[in-house]
């Protein structure tokens, strides 16, 4: 039985083909969904967030009702705690709009520190 063909690992300029999400050297380089700062206090916050949001930002501008289900950081914090917890930078977003702003826009945002 044939395998699946490798592709390409997801962190930004990798040329390494994977069976999995990231390459065997991004694996063992990315910290823990807790070490970054989402751990059960975030997710308490994230609910309290989404009950009070619960509305998709971008879809509602374009006059589409589509339930929000991520809390999506603005500026990306990449790592800034006082980003991460800074309420006026977070939005409500559906997985979709999620998606296509974390891969068009947030990819090529540089870290800030």
């Not at 700062?37 to 989404?50: E, H, M, N, T």
């Not at 917890?85 to 870290?111: F, I, P, S, V």
């Amino acid at each position: 039985m044939p395998k699946k063909p490798k592709k390409p690992c997801k962190h930004p300029g990798c040329p390494n083909l994977t069976d999995k999400r990231y390459c065997k050297i991004h694996t063992e380089n990315r910290p823990s969904a807790a070490a970054r700062g989402y751990d059960s206090r975030w997710r308490k916050v994230r609910a309290r967030f989404l009950k009070a949001n619960p509305l998709c930002v971008k879809c509602n501008e374009d006059g589409i009702l589509v339930n929000a289900t991520v809390v999506d950081h603005i500026v990306p914090h990449r790592g800034n705690r006082q980003l991460l917890w800074d309420e006026g930078n977070w939005q409500a977003l559906c997985k979709r709009c999620h998606d296509r702003k974390t891969m068009t826009k947030d990819r090529y945002q540089r870290y800030q520190y």
